[in-house]
């Protein structure tokens, strides 16, 4: 399958997501009937959702990425909770202001590998701006929800958008003062296939989209800022004011899951490649984001039956939909059940709200 992945279609030498837009939340939530001492497998990404399955106590984490510069973001994650108090945590990562990144980062360096010491002395603008910005998905979006929206919306609707409301003040709020016509057409163009292909993901990665990717995520949005609450959603929050809040963060981030996870750093593993041929399995559950959607439909029954191989009895494979439909194949249905009500229960509470469809397949 090497030859026909995703890894010779998109590029994979700077940092695409320098955050993690899925909700660590519910992807626990998904994982933790397994129970403790457990072996886990994810996709790395930015290290955010690697670094909060450490709170399910489990035996060892397999981060596993086909980029070494999401991998280098997670090795200097690891490396910042390590060293750093709560206060500089956030500094250094770019929560909250610093001008002492630079000297953080020197004294975080030598617990690097050389190759990501020189990853990031090549690219200390990521440094400098802090570590949790310097994504091409983060620019894109900051740039819809700072630069763009502000032309459509003036502050003081945006203000209200994230304010503390009930359930049918946040839909009068958006059918009356948010859904405008110019709000769907600049949503329909920026979040467009091409659009996003170009400035937001790769353009491989929304080859298997069909249709318009507009329409689906428009009432996404319109859930994500009416069924739930902006106010308390990291994830919305960053979109419209270009940053997290110190008091509403991602859950590897906050101040009392840290301590947790700065005491089992060390069953963190990282490793190149893709996710079927990762090393110290079988495991008992998966952290596969959104990586099938990549895929044609027999390189992904290709991909499903390798990590099947490498799974437990009863082990969970959690894997989202965004764009394309991707569930358990058709002809693996002896191999894995579904398990959709409890799927649908946790996508209901996604503030991740991006994604079409949240998975959860159980291994016979």
Same mark, same amino acid.
């Given at each position: 399958?090497?030859?026909?992945?995703?890894? +010779?279609?998109?590029?994979?030498?700077?940092?695409?997501?320098?955050? @993690?837009?899925?909700?660590? +939340?519910?992807?626990?939530?998904?994982?933790?009937?397994?129970?403790?001492? !457990?072996?886990?497998?994810?996709?790395?990404?930015?290290?955010?959702?690697?670094?909060?399955?450490?709170? @399910?106590? =489990?035996?060892?984490?397999?981060?596993?990425?086909?980029?070494?510069?999401?991998?280098? *973001?997670?090795?200097?994650?690891?490396?910042?909770?390590?060293?750093?108090?709560?206060? +500089?945590?956030?500094?250094?990562?770019?929560?909250?202001?610093?001008?002492?990144?630079?000297?953080?980062?020197?004294?975080? !360096? *030598?617990?690097?590998?050389?190759?990501?010491?020189?990853?990031?002395? $090549?690219?200390? #603008?990521?440094?400098?701006?802090?570590?949790?910005?310097?994504?091409?998905?983060?620019?894109?979006?900051?740039?819809?929800? *700072?630069?763009?929206?502000?032309?459509?919306?003036? =502050?003081?609707?945006?203000?209200?958008?994230?304010?503390?409301?009930?359930?049918?003040?946040?839909?009068?709020?958006?059918?009356? #003062?948010?859904?405008?016509?110019?709000?769907?057409?600049?949503?329909?163009?920026?979040?467009?296939?091409?659009?996003?292909?170009?400035?937001?993901?790769?353009?491989?990665?929304?080859?298997?989209?069909?249709?318009?990717?507009?329409?689906?995520?428009?009432?996404?949005?319109?859930?994500?800022?009416?069924?739930?609450?902006?106010?308390? /959603?990291?994830?919305?929050?960053?979109?419209?004011?270009? /940053?997290?809040?110190?008091? *509403?963060? =991602?859950?590897? @981030?906050?101040?009392?899951?840290? $301590?947790?996870?700065?005491?089992?750093?060390?069953?963190?593993?990282?490793?190149?490649?893709?996710?079927?041929?990762?090393? &110290?399995? =079988?495991?008992?559950?998966?952290?596969?984001?959104?990586?099938?959607?990549y895929m044609s439909p027999a390189e992904f029954e290709d991909a499903y039956?390798?990590?099947?191989?490498? $799974?437990?009895?009863?082990? !969970?494979?959690?894997?989202? /939909?965004?764009?394309?439909?991707?569930?358990?194949?058709?002809? @693996?249905?002896?191999?894995?059940?579904?398990?959709?009500?409890?799927?649908?229960?946790?996508? !209901?509470?996604?503030? $991740?709200?991006?994604?079409?469809?949240? &998975?959860?397949?159980?291994?016979?």
């Amino acid at each position: 399958m090497g030859k026909a992945g995703i890894g +010779d279609r998109a590029k994979f030498d700077y940092i695409r997501y320098a955050s @993690l837009w899925e909700d660590a +939340d519910i992807l626990c939530e998904a994982l933790a009937p397994l129970g403790k001492n !457990r072996s886990f497998l994810s996709i790395a990404s930015a290290g955010d959702n690697v670094l909060a399955l450490l709170t @399910l106590d =489990p035996k060892l984490v397999v981060a596993v990425d086909l980029n070494d510069a999401q991998l280098a *973001c997670l090795a200097l994650r690891i490396e910042a909770i390590k060293q750093l108090n709560y206060e +500089d945590l956030l500094a250094f990562l770019g929560v909250t202001f610093s001008d002492r990144r630079f000297d953080m980062y020197e004294s975080l !360096r *030598c617990g690097l590998d050389e190759a990501h010491q020189r990853f990031f002395d $090549a690219n200390m #603008e990521a440094i400098s701006d802090g570590i949790i910005h310097a994504g091409k998905f983060e620019r894109f979006l900051r740039a819809f929800g *700072c630069k763009l929206v502000p032309l459509i919306h003036n =502050p003081r609707r945006i203000k209200k958008l994230l304010e503390d409301k009930s359930e049918y003040e946040r839909r009068a709020f958006y059918e009356h #003062e948010w859904n405008t016509r110019w709000w769907r057409s600049l949503f329909k163009v920026f979040a467009s296939k091409p659009i996003m292909g170009r400035f937001g993901r790769d353009k491989a990665f929304v080859k298997h989209v069909t249709g318009s990717p507009g329409d689906k995520l428009l009432e996404r949005t319109k859930y994500a800022m009416t069924a739930l609450s902006p106010h308390d /959603n990291p994830y919305m929050i960053y979109v419209f004011e270009g /940053n997290f809040r110190p008091d *509403c963060l =991602p859950k590897y @981030l906050r101040k009392e899951t840290i $301590a947790i996870i700065k005491s089992r750093l060390d069953r963190v593993k990282l490793f190149k490649g893709y996710a079927h041929n990762a090393p &110290h399995g =079988p495991f008992s559950g998966f952290n596969l984001s959104d990586i099938f959607e990549y895929m044609s439909p027999a390189e992904f029954e290709d991909a499903y039956r390798a990590i099947l191989s490498n $799974a437990h009895a009863n082990a !969970r494979l959690v894997y989202w /939909n965004m764009l394309v439909p991707r569930t358990r194949p058709h002809a @693996l249905l002896d191999k894995a059940k579904r398990l959709d009500l409890e799927s649908d229960q946790l996508f !209901r509470k996604d503030k $991740a709200w991006f994604y079409q469809a949240l &998975h959860i397949d159980e291994v016979h």
